[in-house]
């Protein structure tokens, strides 16, 4: 059994939600400019201990909420979101400031353009208060291979808050934010909401645009939000999905009304429960209360169904898959930062290979370095058949049984991970111990299906539970109405 946290900078469960702000903003009880000033006292006082940002630009967050709020005050149509403060995962290039990817080989790196999910929440009117602490190169479980250091849980900040969008997830469960962007390629969205007692979406593969995301494994990348409660991350998803002609993997199809989603009553509904998920290695407690869960659904009216995933239910084959693919992409994506044209340069290299060699052991930290020399060999010839394409073949038969689950039932429910947040330096030596956090959250993106993490209470020693519900492909929307009743169970204490 756990200690119980040491100290806790956690909020009062009663801070108000990205909605509430707006509706103050639209009655002209507050203004935007009041609410990036909160954020940038919340930010000074929270940071010493918490660490959830890398950089943090204040004349521009307020400069940006004065332009607001002169829009607002000559009558100009502005979005639902508009004034409403926003964290940025720094994965995601914001034009004319740092994009570091908590990388030593990006710390000077200004992107010159906006990613597309930046230009959109420009577009709608949120205000970009800073950029958000992450794994280097958003590969990791826990935001403590940062070159910025770690970032802290702030119910408990010996505690890791989960990763690789453990920064965004800090800021928003800290007050700093009310909402934040990050990006989830195998977890780094869900498990981080799960370990911080927040709300994370990760859409379908393709339902938002990955252009300015730094990529990590391309064929998993997906941006995802950060937010307070289930209504939130539909108003936050609605500002950034849709498709791009920059991104040749984004998606041509309507994006329906998510927030609508959210009062969609659960009754008949089906909900399925893996009993390849519920195996040992699961904390009791996390157990607990995802039956709980599943019991208020129920109550609801929802039908618990039974599911088998003999194959995505699997840690051997998901952990196995999915860290052979995500590597091999990752040697290849990685391979542009070379101090030619990006980033961090060796000071006078002897020759051109020197040049490599040099600026890539120093830019590149110990986990990065063990991703590429082992997605390297497993793409090499001879290899290639024996790891890449066989872990290829085994993304096909998880993405089958998916298929095969939602023929039965409108969502799964699962765990997001198998405990709650551990403690900083207790995994970080031990990569396999690390990966197997993963095992919920992985084969969801071998699939490219959508998911989300709830808070779904917290363990006897204080820390947050997470629920994560997954669903068929653009089904955003039976997410969003199972994730809001679960909450509505959570939050009313009911068991
Ligand atoms: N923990 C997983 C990894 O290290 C997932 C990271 C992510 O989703 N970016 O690859």
Redesign the pocket.
């Known amino acids: 059994m756990p200690e119980p946290p040491a100290a806790t900078v956690a909020a009062a469960p009663d801070r108000p939600t990205a909605r509430q702000l707006a509706a103050e903003l639209r009655a002209g009880k507050t203004s935007a400019r009041a609410l990036v000033e909160a954020s940038l006292a919340a930010i000074a006082a929270t940071e010493p201990t918490i660490n959830a940002f890398i950089s943090v630009d204040a004349p521009s967050a307020l400069a940006q909420a004065d332009e607001v709020d002169r829009k607002r005050a000559a009558g100009v149509q502005l979005g639902p979101l508009a004034g409403v403060p926003l964290a940025v995962k720094d994965v995601l290039c914001v034009r004319g400031g740092r994009t570091t990817c908590g990388s030593r080989i990006l710390a000077d790196f200004v992107a010159p353009y906006d990613a597309t999910v930046v230009a959109r929440v420009r577009a709608a009117g949120l205000v970009i208060v800073g950029k958000t602490n ?2 280097e190169f ?4 826990s935001t403590e291979s940062s070159w910025f250091g770690p970032t802290r849980n702030p119910v408990a900040p010996d505690h890791v808050p989960g ?3 453990g920064g965004s997830a800090a800021a928003v469960a800290a007050g700093e934010t009310v909402l934040a962007l990050g ?7 869900r ?1 981080p909401a799960g370990y911080c007692g927040v709300v994370g979406l990760k859409p379908t593969y393709g339902r938002v645009s990955r252009y300015g995301l730094v990529a ?2 391309s064929s ?2 997906q941006v995802g939000t950060l937010s307070r409660d289930v209504y939130d991350a539909a108003l936050l998803t609605q500002v950034i999905a849709g498709h791009d002609p920059h991104d040749a993997t984004s998606l041509d199809v309507p994006v329906p009304d998510y927030s609508a989603a959210c009062h969609r009553p659960v009754a008949g509904l089906r909900v399925g429960l893996a009993r390849e998920h519920f195996a040992s290695g699961l904390d009791p407690e996390v157990a607990a209360a995802i039956e709980r869960v599943a019991r208020h659904l129920e109550r609801r009216g929802a039908r618990l169904v039974d599911v088998s995933l003999p194959v995505a239910g699997h840690p051997e084959y998901c952990i196995g898959a ?2 052979l693919v ?1 590597m091999a992409e ?1 040697s290849a994506n990685l391979a542009r930062f070379d101090g030619v044209k990006y980033g961090h340069a060796a000071d006078a290299p002897s020759d051109l290979l020197a040049a490599y060699v040099r600026t890539r052991s120093e830019g590149f930290g110990a ?1 990065v370095k063990r ?1 590429i020399m082992l997605g390297t060999y497993a793409l090499s010839a001879g290899y290639y058949d024996a790891y890449y394409l066989k872990a290829q073949k085994v993304r096909t038969l998880i993405r089958r049984d998916y298929d095969a689950a939602f023929t039965g039932c409108d969502a799964l429910l699962t765990p997001v991970a198998p405990t709650t947040a551990f403690r900083l330096g207790d995994n970080i030596d031990d990569p396999l111990q ?2 197997l ?2 095992v919920y ?2 084969s969801v ?1 071998l699939a490219g299906i959508p998911a989300i993490s709830v808070p779904a209470g917290v363990s006897s020693c204080g820390l947050p539970i997470g629920a994560q519900f997954l669903a068929a492909p653009l089904a955003e929307e039976v997410l969003l109405s199972v994730a809001a009743e679960a909450e509505r169970g959570t939050t009313r204490g009911e068991p």
């Open positions: 992450m794994d958003a590969m990791g479980s990763g690789s969008s990006s989830d390629t195998g977890g780094s969205v498990q990590y494994a998993l990348d999915y860290y995500a990752a986990e991703r690390m990966y956090n993963d959250t992985v993106n």
